[in-house]
């Protein structure tokens, strides 16, 4: 077992273990979460009850989640000490247990950590940010027919702006980068630009791409779109896309066929089993999840590309508090609310906690568990079919009845 500074693992339980190129996950996982910051409290109480319910539902007694809270953000500097936002225990454990999950957490403002969030995803190379955007019938919606997006984002985490290197304008170090482009490069910046330089590897891209494949072959869906704005950004994105499509034919030429080749070969009809490969331009895709969105399945993108397309997508059913979330790498996994923690909220009980429990249901899909998943959607649907919800879905929905959020919860557990 590893060695803790200020935590101690349950006695009960058992760790999730890696068997060749799967988890093993006994019957009674122990798993980390982070209770999150502001409203992260009222929202993880009632999903850890959601999730106590549906695995008591589906399986009786059989299996059990054990929980085992670590800490971050706001709790972890009053357990650890001051600017201690992210501490080595939190870390520990998430590799000891493999699977994790986590509320919304505060970054800090004037500290050396820039993004908890981030810090999370690049120390524990969790390089797929997973988003699954689908509608649960009688969201509040602003398009005519939010039932046909259904989309899963697969996105990289690792590099592009995240792993962006910038120098303010009018500082010795931006000037000097400036007078190397004009000088060695013969490019022309105006002196007063600040700078930004944001890297695109093969290395990142085939791991996304091969994330992405994998996730339509494990889900049995048809298509894989990269998503790039390759037509201006020759050498980074550009070249997202043609890694992207020389990943899937070194490595999925027996699962795939791309978009050209769907024409040109079998007459626009895919051949049964294969996934097709196609990509579109950035801005063009937002468009096309607005007028055409269930031509898409997986959207495997670049960083900030799909940052803005997660919230576009979930903005179209319910907004970020019905959108889930996962940081993955090969087997390493942390699920997370979406949306911030909404201090002005905290401790009122009044929170949707839609986002975390979705979360957890990814999280019990990933352990294979798919049952508990199905248990939490059916309880999901059910409340909202019913109109019982929280205060920011009741307000846009006629006749409903608002409930707080623990009320929330009990509501979805009754229609597992």
């Known amino acids: 077992m590893a060695n803790y500074q200020k935590l101690t693992p349950p006695a009960d339980g058992h760790p999730i273990t890696i068997a060749g190129d799967r988890l093993h996950v006994p019957h009674d996982p122990i798993i980390p979460f982070i209770e999150g910051d502001g409203s992260g409290r009222d929202i993880w109480r009632a999903s850890r009850r959601v999730f106590d319910g549906a695995v008591k539902k589906v399986y009786g007694g059989r299996?059990?989640?054990?929980?085992?809270?670590?800490?971050?953000?706001?709790?972890?500097?009053?357990?650890?000490?001051?600017?201690?936002?992210?501490?080595?225990?939190?870390?520990?454990?998430?590799?000891?247990?493999?699977?994790?999950?986590?509320?919304?957490?505060?970054?800090?403002?004037?500290?050396?950590?820039?993004?908890?969030?981030?810090?999370?995803?690049?120390?524990?190379?969790?390089?797929?940010?997973?988003?699954?955007?689908?509608?649960?019938?009688?969201?509040?919606?602003?398009?005519?027919?939010?039932?046909?997006?259904?989309?899963?984002?697969?996105?990289?985490?690792?590099?592009?702006?995240?792993?962006?290197?910038?120098?303010?304008?009018?500082?010795?170090?931006?000037?000097?980068?400036?007078?190397?482009?004009?000088?060695?490069?013969?490019?022309?910046?105006?002196?007063?630009?600040?700078?930004?330089?944001?890297?695109?590897?093969?290395?990142?891209?085939?791991?996304i791409v091969?994330?992405?494949?994998?996730?339509?072959?494990?889900?049995?869906?048809?298509?894989?779109?990269?998503?790039?704005?390759?037509?201006?950004?020759?050498?980074t994105e550009g070249a997202f896309r043609e890694w992207g499509y020389e990943c899937a034919a070194a490595e999925f030429a027996d699962k795939t066929v791309t978009e050209d080749e769907l024409w040109s070969k079998y007459n626009g009809k895919a051949p049964a089993g294969k996934i097709i490969i196609k990509d579109r331009i950035a801005d063009s895709m937002f468009q096309q999840v607005l007028l055409r969105p269930d031509e898409y399945q997986v959207l495997c993108t670049p960083n900030l590309n799909g940052d803005y397309l997660s919230d576009a997508c979930a903005a179209q059913v319910g907004g970020l508090g019905m959108a889930p979330g996962a940081n993955i790498s090969d087997f390493f996994a942390v699920f997370e609310a979406t949306h911030g923690t909404a201090p002005k909220y905290a401790d009122q009980d009044v929170i949707n906690p839609g986002s975390l429990i979705l979360s957890g249901a990814m999280m019990f899909d990933y352990l294979g568990w798919t049952e508990v998943a199905e248990a939490i959607h059916r309880g999901i649907a059910g409340a909202i079919a019913a109109k019982r919800v929280t205060y920011d879905l009741h307000r846009q929905m006629e006749g409903a009845t608002k409930l707080k959020t623990s009320e929330f919860a009990e509501e979805i557990i009754r229609h597992m």
């Open 63 to 207: 299996r059990r989640v054990v929980w085992f809270e670590v800490f971050a953000g706001e709790k972890a500097v009053a357990k650890y000490g001051e600017n201690v936002w992210l501490p080595e225990d939190t870390l520990t454990a998430i590799k000891e247990f493999i699977v994790a999950i986590k509320g919304p957490l505060t970054t800090p403002i004037g500290g050396g950590i820039r993004s908890l969030n981030v810090t999370l995803r690049q120390v524990l190379e969790l390089y797929a940010c997973v988003r699954p955007v689908r509608w649960f019938q009688g969201v509040p919606s602003p398009v005519k027919h939010p039932e046909k997006l259904n989309v899963i984002i697969v996105r990289e985490n690792t590099e592009d702006v995240y792993a962006g290197i910038e120098w303010k304008a009018g500082t010795p170090e931006a000037a000097k980068i400036i007078e190397f482009i004009g000088k060695e490069l013969g490019k022309k910046i105006r002196p007063d630009s600040g700078i930004g330089i944001k890297p695109i590897s093969k290395t990142g891209t085939y791991r």
């Open 210 to 235: 091969r994330k992405a494949i994998r996730w339509a072959i494990e889900k049995n869906l048809s298509s894989v779109t990269l998503v790039h704005k390759g037509n201006i950004m020759k050498f």
